[in-house]
């Protein structure tokens, strides 16, 4: 067909506009495809790793031995198994934290080298491995003995291998895993027993079996510590908080560049169509049908739609493989293999030509339904004055002025897919600035506690506490028929001096009252006055608490009271306690201890998390720059298109080179800022949403803060994109000969 010549030309004379719109659908491909391959890879490697090696529903401690942990766990339906652990230091900043080899429960996967033969071989986790120099054949010295690494390993419960289990950031360079015989543990004598549990009926409450086998333990005269379900365990969901995050992220981001690719597609098939309206009714009367010509215009975003997705989901599958074994190095799980998913790869090649096709046909068929008389008078181009104009009352500002508001406000169509563009890339710039400031502003402006070491110990402490210590008490809590949502209310005392808790003002709150951290308040919709009543995951019984104040806090999802009134609600001894801040080192046996944490070792994996997270930031404000560049470049061409006949006559009546660059290529200085300032809500708002979805898997929930130099940062990044977008269409603006605008006027 001779009109198919056309399409090839059409696509050489505009070729920088159509790649703009290529590399637009190839961005949404990709990142589908890449997001949607690294959650769904992610989550079958998780899966199929914590199924197969039988990961715990919970680990306890006990004061006493279980005798029967077989006959226990058929009364209670559940596979009961213990191991042995013990904390060996390596150095002064660095420990081991060495784990018997089980059975049963948390079976360890050996992921190189080979599994253990005898006490004196030990397997250790890659990430702690790799960061202090132990490879596979190397010694280690550990607990005062020596052990040979016979291989690396990865265990179903230190997925992401968190000292304790309350910590948020991990860093191999202070603290690693390792597994060794049961045998290895001979003359050991501060080693703990720690039993693992996992229930048979996988469609029961997980709370209901626990407080069930609570109760067994209690009638066996057993009282348990450190009692650790897997739904409030970082180290097992934080790898489940990542995949929802990618999952989540996969649908919004390329949905946003094919719906900005099927406004601008719209647009220019609009105005082309409406340009070439005289000959398009010339083939009508040469007798082309209206099903040919719609073939031969819609052919031209079918195959940009086509190209892109294809282009983009086949440069996705040699990317996921790569980012998974960065993920899986993050978090400890084997790989078995990567599923490339050819679903994903159809769905990145059938949903822009989806999506480009169907408004590209809405657009044409809008316009070729008109007669062909219609079309060969031509297309007269409108001049009335719309709405907005007559809102700003143009006529009221200078002639440069108003021709650039003119210039937006005559093609509603090209000014709102220029004000959605910038403000979906400001969004996507700011998220990832977000994220790395609200980090920081957790860890580098939270001054509520203000000692060095938190000890935890086995068994509830009587009496006096050591100089420079104070005692505190604490239990965990869930909110009556919402399991999931676990959190620690803490007795401390009423005159503290290491928990320090203000207002939203800045101003102390007393600690001889109930106090709740602003996120928990948020994430319950507490406010201060209300009486509320929670579950205790101990005895499973509801305790009521009055709130007296909300505390300006994001480090921790806490609930703070003073320790005679927790231990008087509790039951517990008056001058009882679970555990003590201190600013000094205590000296405190490890057999009594069942935690220790020092505020010391957040630095190092802040400078772990903290580099990933500028390599991502860093990755998408390249991505928006990108998205912005070409969203601008398209308009401002668009506008030179529109307007040659304009910039012709400039040129006749003298208007220098500098006059017509300003007249033209700032008309949208305007919109470009404004899109900018809608994007700075719609990033705090969005990024709140997804801290809070995340925050139910993690059990943490970041505060939502965007920085005033990060919004700069945004905003510098986004007018030197438009500098350079005019830069690139300058040259199409001295292409515009004078004799155009003769030419014109004969016609």
Not at 425 to 453: I, P
Not at 661 to 670: A, C, E, K, V
Not at 678 to 700: E, F, H, Q, R, T
Request: aromatic share 10%; charged share 20%; proline share 4%.
């Amino acid at each position: 067909m001779a009109l198919n010549k056309r399409v090839f030309r059409f696509l050489k004379e505009n070729k920088l506009r159509y790649l703009g719109i290529l590399t637009l659908i190839i961005l949404g491909s990709y990142t589908f495809v890449v997001a949607a391959g690294l959650a769904q890879n992610l989550a079958d490697l998780v899966t199929t790793f914590t199924e197969g090696h039988m990961q715990e529903d919970l680990s306890f401690r006990a004061d006493n031995a279980v005798l029967d942990s077989a006959k226990l766990g058929k009364e209670v339906n559940a596979v009961i198994e213990k191991y042995l652990s013990l904390d060996a230091a390596i150095s002064d900043t660095l420990t081991l934290r060495l784990l018997s080899k089980t059975e049963k429960l948390n079976i360890p996967a050996v992921i190189e080298g080979r599994g253990l033969s005898g006490p004196g071989e030990i397997l250790l986790d890659p990430s702690f491995a790799r960061v202090n120099g132990y490879p596979v054949g190397s010694q280690i010295e550990a607990a005062g003995k020596s052990f040979t690494v016979v291989g690396f390993v990865s265990l179903p419960h230190y997925i992401y291998p968190l000292k304790n289990v309350n910590d948020v950031l991990y860093s191999p360079n202070e603290f690693g895993v390792g597994v060794v015989s049961r045998e290895a543990f001979s003359g050991l004598d501060n080693a703990l027993s720690i039993y693992s549990v996992r229930f048979n009926d996988r469609t029961k409450s997980l709370n209901e079996q626990a407080l069930g086998l609570r109760e067994h333990l209690r009638e066996e005269g057993i009282a348990v510590s450190d009692w650790i379900d897997i739904l409030n365990n970082k180290r097992a969901r934080m790898a489940w908080a990542s995949i929802t995050g990618m999952r989540t992220m996969s649908v919004p981001l390329p949905v946003a560049m094919f719906l900005l690719s099927c406004l601008i597609i719209g647009i220019m098939f609009w105005r082309m169509i409406r340009r070439e309206s005289v000959i398009i009714g010339t083939l009508y009367a040469q007798g082309y049908r209206r099903r040919e010509l719609m073939r031969h215009y819609i052919s031209i975003p079918l195959l940009i739609a086509f190209a892109g997705g294809m282009i983009g989901s086949l440069l996705a599958l040699p990317s996921i493989k790569p980012m998974v074994m960065a993920m899986v190095s993050y978090y400890n799980v084997p790989v078995p293999g990567i599923k490339l998913s050819f679903v994903n790869v159809l769905i990145g090649i059938l949903t822009p030509i989806a999506f480009l096709g169907i408004s590209s046909y809405l657009v044409i068929h809008s316009e070729l339904k008109r007669s062909p008389a219609e079309l060969m008078r031509g297309d007269k181009k409108k001049t009335e004055v719309n709405a907005l104009e007559r809102t700003f009352k143009l006529e009221r500002f200078k002639f440069s002025t108003k021709f650039k508001l003119r210039e937006q406000f005559r093609s509603i169509s090209r000014l709102l897919f220029l004000f959605l563009g910038v403000t979906s890339a400001s969004v996507l710039m700011l998220f990832g600035f977000t994220v790395l400031n609200s980090v920081n502003h957790v860890f580098d402006t939270s001054d509520v506690y203000h000692f060095e070491y938190e000890y935890n110990f086995r068994e509830l402490q009587f009496g006096g506490v050591p100089e420079g210590a104070e005692a505190f008490n604490a239990g965990k809590f869930y909110p009556k028929n919402n399991e999931e949502i676990e959190f620690y209310i803490s007795g401390i005392e009423p005159g503290s001096k290491m928990v320090t808790l203000k207002d939203s003002k800045g101003n102390p709150i007393p600690n001889n009252q109930t106090n709740i951290t602003k996120p928990l308040a948020n994430r319950l919709g507490i406010k201060a006055g209300d009486t509320v009543s929670f579950i205790n995951k101990e005895d499973g019984k509801p305790y009521t608490f009055h709130i007296d104040a909300v505390a300006d806090s994001y480090i921790e999802q806490f609930i703070y009271v003073p320790i005679h009134e927790f231990n008087r609600k509790m039951g517990l001894p008056e001058n009882s306690y679970i555990g003590l801040f201190s600013k000094i080192k205590l000296d405190i046996p490890d057999e009594k201890l069942s935690g220790t944490k020092s505020m010391s070792e957040l630095p190092a994996a802040m400078d772990e998390f903290l580099g990933q997270t500028v390599s991502m930031v860093a990755s998408m404000t390249i991505i928006s720059s990108v998205v912005a560049l070409i969203i601008i470049y398209l308009v401002t061409s668009l506008i030179i298109e529109e307007n040659r006949n304009t910039i012709s006559l400039f040129k006749v009546f003298g208007y220098r080179r500098r006059e017509i660059r300003s007249l033209i290529l700032n008309s949208s200085t305007l919109v470009i800022v404004a899109g900018f300032l809608l994007g700075i809500p719609i990033a705090a708002v969005s990024m709140g949403a997804v801290y809070g979805y995340i925050g139910k898997l993690i059990n943490l929930i970041l505060p939502a803060i965007v920085s005033p130099l990060y919004v700069a940062v945004s905003f510098a990044a986004i007018m030197m994109t438009y500098q350079l977008s005019k830069l690139l269409c300058a040259k199409s603006l001295e292409t515009v000969s004078m004799s155009e605008a003769l030419k014109a006027g004969t016609e």
